[in-house]
């Protein structure tokens, strides 16, 4: 897949910016995509985007069919620090 990424989308950083290629802009969305020729169901690929780029970014996925989820960063962040099933 040709992605319209930044080169080091998927490098480790601090920082948490846009990964659409070219953008500094601090993220604000996270895209969560799944590639059913290359992930099991249940996977979850996330790219993250800022306002301006969440529409392009989300129609890159959605075109393809793997778009799954758009979501608020913060809002994003609480679900993977929330136990699964617990209490
Ligand atoms: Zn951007």
Not at 28 to 53: M, Q, Y
Not at 68 to 83: C, G, H, N, S, Y
Request: aromatic share 6%; glycine share 2%.
């Amino acid at each position: 897949m040709n992605a319209p990424l930044n080169a080091d989308a998927n490098s480790p950083s601090p920082a948490v910016i846009c990964s659409a290629k070219g953008c500094r802009a601090a993220a604000v969305w996270v895209l969560a995509w799944n590639n059913p020729k290359l992930h099991t169901p249940e996977r979850r690929k996330t790219w993250l985007a800022c306002d301006e780029h969440r529409e392009h970014l989300s129609q890159f996925l959605a075109v393809r069919g793997f778009l799954k989820d758009v979501v608020p960063l913060a809002e994003w962040e609480a679900r993977q620090e929330r136990p699964p099933a617990a209490q």
